[in-house]
Structure formats: C-alpha cells, structure tokens
C-alpha cells in the first residue's frame, strides 16, 4: 500500500501508521510512505494520510513513452470483467517539491490518454480527472509519481477527504480554506438560516466562509475583523474572550467553529463542554500542535473517554491539504 501525505509530515505518518499497527514501511519519500500492509478497504482511519493506494502496481522505465505504454497494458488487463458503465475518475499526483515531476507526469498523462483512446475508446470518453469528493473508498485510477523513472498506479483508493480549495478574493484570511476543506471531509456545510459561534474568528475566514452560505455567525474576537467579514450583516463580533463564551439559556447553535492559536489540550477541554452540553450540532476545530506532542494529542481525541469523538454520531481528525503544523476536528453530535 502506498500512503500520501503533505510532505514535510512523513515522519509523523509513520509514527501515525506504526501506532495502528499498519505494518513495516518498506519505502519512503517527499509526500509518501510503501507499507507492507495489504488492508483492502479496512484501512482504519488516518489523520495524516490523504489517499491510500491500495495494492499498487509498481511501474518504471526509461521514458515518458515506455511509463505510458505499460500502464495502459496493465489499466486493460485490470478491466477484464469488469463493466465501465458511467464516469469514472482518474486521477493524477505528484509531489511539487521535485521540480519538474508535475510536467513529466503531466506528459505520462497525455500518452496514456492517445493509448487509452486507441485502444479503449469508450472507456477513455467516460474518464473524468478529478478526485471523487468525501472520504473512504473509491475506485477508477489512481497514479502517484515518486519520481523520473517510476509511478504507482492502482484502480482502488481509500481517500481521506483532503483537497485542494479554491480561493475566494474577498476571504479575509487563507484560514478560509481550511474551513472549507474541513465541510467537503464533514460532508455538510452551513446552511442559510443555521447559526455558528465563531471562538477565535478574527480577521474572519471562517465566519466569512458560513455567512457566504447565508448562515448568522457571532464572531467572538478581540482582534478586528477584515474583508468579507467586516460588516458583514451576517456576523455579529463580539470582541470577549472565547474561553467562558456560551450559549445563551435554552439556545444551541447549529455550528461551532474554533481556530485559536491557544494550547490544543485548553481547547479540547473548551469543545468537551461544548460537546458534553450539547451546545452545537456541528462542530469545525483546529489544534494547532507546533509546540506539543502531534501523536500523543491524536491518542487522546482517538482513545481517551474525555474525547468529544464519544458525543459525535461522525466525526473525522485530519491533517488537511491547507493545515500546517496543527490538525482540524470535524463533527456531527449524536441527536
Ligand atoms: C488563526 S487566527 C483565526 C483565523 C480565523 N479562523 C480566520 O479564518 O480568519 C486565531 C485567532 O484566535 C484568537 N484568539 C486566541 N485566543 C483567544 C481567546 N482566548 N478568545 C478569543 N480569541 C482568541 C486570536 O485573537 C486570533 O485572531
């Protein structure tokens, strides 16, 4: 199996992967680890890992030509018995840090797609190059280029919901993106009329990001809020301390997000009570770990009874495409 992350963060999904018992890592480098281990689909959920490919066929030659012409053998035989009825995605990755990969990568694709349509024709016309939105399994193809001479392809993926946003010239913050990220992993996002109590919101991403949608946001800062954020009808800023703010008797929010740079075990203790009181239904939270233990504080959400995981009918932890050294907390309470 090969896993991808960020890069700069492998060392922690092995650490990630040995403490769930996945197995040896046989190979590793920028944005990916080769485990031993043959899950299928009962990969356990991964903070770290953005995709899993499962059971990848390993393929390496000289050229951009003989990359291309073997997949393409392999991509025919791996359809035997199988019948591609509707769109299907294929999906292409190499890590940015090894210039000129992306371009290289980019000629495979291009070679594969004049064989594919030679040989495939309506199979190639149904190819859609986008990554499947949500998380868990997917299937269609999935090519990882490690370097010049040599991808992993697979036709099955466990995929952690991580991506790529899109910006928005009017977000006050690149905070913004995370949030969104954070609803494409939750599968929901705000809903006009819903309400959100933004901890730490300032300059407003994040509000911004739930008022675009049209739900009512109180915005609770000392900082000042910018952008789309400021005076935005949609967001109320209450300049107070996040820590003591709650709801008012008999009130629940429909959302709360918090993403205050403030020690990530504080903050979990301020999201138990959150939780515990039934103060949301949803709930968007970044821990930042740059100056703690990364794992033993994912030990603690995954493991410990005092979690706010135990009050969640769904939740996910993940390290997504737009996080850096913290992980974002995404939850839907039990009714
Ligand atoms: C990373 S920024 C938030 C960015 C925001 N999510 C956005 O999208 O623009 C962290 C914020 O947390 C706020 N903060 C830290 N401790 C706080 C506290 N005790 N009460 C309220 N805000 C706090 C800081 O003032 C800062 O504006």
């Known amino acids: 199996m090969l896993l991808t ?19 040896a890592v046989l190979a590793s480098g920028a944005g990916w680890l080769q485990l031993e281990a ?61 210039p000129g990969l992306g371009r290289r990568l980019g000629a495979v ?16 016309k149904l190819a859609t190059p986008s990554l499947p939105r949500g998380t868990g399994p997917a299937r269609g193809l999935f ?26 010239s009017a977000a006050p913050s690149r905070s913004y993106l995370k949030t969104e ?29 739930a008022a675009k949608r049209g739900a009512r946001v109180v915005a609770v800062d000392n900082g000042p809020l910018k952008g789309g954020a400021l005076d935005n009808p949609l ?12 709801p008012a008797e008999g009130q629940r929010y429909d959302w709360m997000f918090c993403d205050m740079v403030e020690d990530p075990r504080r903050v979990l203790e301020l ?15 970044n821990l930042k770990f740059g100056h703690t233990d990364a794992l033993a504080l994912l030990d603690t959400l995954l493991y410990s009874s005092e979690s706010p995981l135990r009050d969640c009918a769904q939740a996910h932890v993940r390290h997504l495409f737009h996080d850096r050294e913290e992980f974002t907390l995404v939850g839907s309470l039990a009714e």
Request: charged share 25%; glycine share 10%.
């Open 181 to 209: 990220e954070a609803f494409a992993i939750l599968g929901r996002e705000p809903a006009p009329g819903e309400t959100v109590a933004d901890l730490g919101a300032a300059p407003g991403g994040w509000s911004y990001s």
């Open 109 to 124: 694709e291009d070679e594969f797609a004049v064989l594919l349509k030679k040989r495939l024709s309506r199979v190639a």
């Open 38 to 98: 043959k899950l299928g689909m009962e990969l356990p959920e991964l903070c770290f890992a953005q995709r899993a490919l499962l059971e990848p066929v390993e393929i390496a030659g000289p050229s951009v030509n003989a990359i291309a012409g073997q997949l393409c053998e392999w991509f025919a035989a791996s359809l035997r018995g199988e019948k591609i009825e509707g769109a299907w995605p294929i999906v292409w990755q190499a890590p940015i840090e090894i």
């Open 271 to 285: 999201v138990v009570r959150w939780t515990r009181g039934r103060w949301c239904r949803h709930f968007v939270v």
């Open 5 to 23: 992350c960020q890069s700069g963060f492998e060392e922690l999904l092995r650490a990630e992967t040995t403490a769930r018992g996945l197995g």
């Open 143 to 168: 090519v990882f280029a490690t370097d010049f001479g040599r991808i992993f392809a697979t036709r099955s993926v466990w995929l952690g919901g991580q991506r790529r946003m899109a910006d928005d």
């Open 235 to 246: 967001i109320e800023h209450r300049m107070e301390d996040a820590f003591p703010f709650r």
